[in-house]
C-alpha cells in the first residue's frame, strides 16, 4: 500500500522555525513529485512547494525566501524546513506525491498524507 506519512507540526513562535517530514511507505520517490499544500481555516487548499523526481523545486510567493524541501538521499523523506514563521503560516499542512512532474494544481495528486498541524502564535 502506498502512503505518506506527515510529522514534525505544532505550536511555534512568531519568528521561529519548524521542520516537517512527509515519509513515503511502499515506494520510494525516485519517479515522483511531492507537493506541500496547506489548508488554513475557512481557506481553501494552497500549494507551498513542491520537488520533483528530478529534484527541481518551486515555492509559492508567500513563502519564497523562508521555506525550503530538502529531499533525503534514500529518495524516502521529503522535508519542509520552515523558517521566519508568521502568524499567516497556520493552518494543516499536507504532503502530496504524484509522478514526476510537480503541478499547482492538488486534484492532480493522487497519494495524500494525513496532514499536520502548525500553529505560530505568540
Known amino acids: 500500500q502506498l502512503q505518506l506519512v506527515e510529522s514534525g507540526g505544532g505550536l511555534v513562535q512568531p519568528g521561529g522555525s519548524l521542520r516537517l517530514s512527509c515519509a513515503a511507505s511502499g515506494f520510494t520517490l525516485d519517479n515522483f513529485a511531492i507537493g506541500w499544500f496547506r489548508q488554513a481555516p475557512g481557506k481553501g487548499r494552497e500549494g507551498v512547494s513542491c520537488?520533483?523526481?528530478?529534484?527541481?523545486?518551486n515555492y509559492a510567493d508567500s513563502v519564497k525566501g523562508r521555506f525550503t524541501i530538502p529531499r533525503d538521499n534514500a529518495k524516502t523523506t521529503v522535508y519542509l524546513q520552515m523558517n521566519s514563521l508568521e502568524p499567516e503560516d497556520t493552518a494543516v499542512y499536507y504532503c502530496a506525491a504524484r509522478g514526476y512532474y510537480c503541478s499547482r494544481d492538488s486534484s492532480r495528486f493522487h497519494i495524500w498524507g494525513q496532514g499536520t498541524q502548525v500553529t505560530v502564535s505568540s
Open positions: 520537488i520533483s523526481s528530478s529534484q527541481g523545486t
